[in-house]
Structure formats: C-alpha cells, structure tokens
C-alpha cells in the first residue's frame, strides 16, 4: 500500500469516526433526555448514571497575573510533535 493510499484510507476512517462520535453524542442526549431529573436509572440490564462531579483545579492565568515570578521559578516546558493530515 503506498503513502497516499494509506492516508486516503486514514482520512476514510477518521470520517467514518466523526459520524460515529455524532451519533454517539446524539444518544447520548435522548437518554440524557429519557432520563429526566434523576441521576441514575435502570433499563433491563443496563444502568445509567448521570450525575454532577465537583472537581477543583488551579486558575493558571490567574496565578500567572498574580504571581508571575513564582509560575516562571516551577514551570516545565516539553516537546511533543504533532501529527495532522491535511
């Protein structure tokens, strides 16, 4: 298989993967919807729970404007390459 057809083929799956996500997403608010107010139900063997989490974390951007010293003195910098298909 050549380049090109392998990326040809990667592009092929990467669009098959996008209608699967929005279909995905799109189920994923009816049962949201079905569901109604509560944060978990039973459906034959299934169970679905659709409830709020609390999480904290840190306002960089803040901390930056705040304390730029303190950010520049603890930050890492990495590198990393990206791969895209245009």
Known sequence: MTLQEKIREY???QRMKEEVDAHLDALKL???SDMGEAEEVTAGEYKVKYKAVTS???DTTALKNTLPDVVARFMLNSTTRRFSVA
Do not use: C, G, T, W
């Open 11 to 13: 592009r092929e799956y």
């Open 56 to 58: 904290s974390r840190l």
């Open 30 to 32: 009816d049962i949201i």
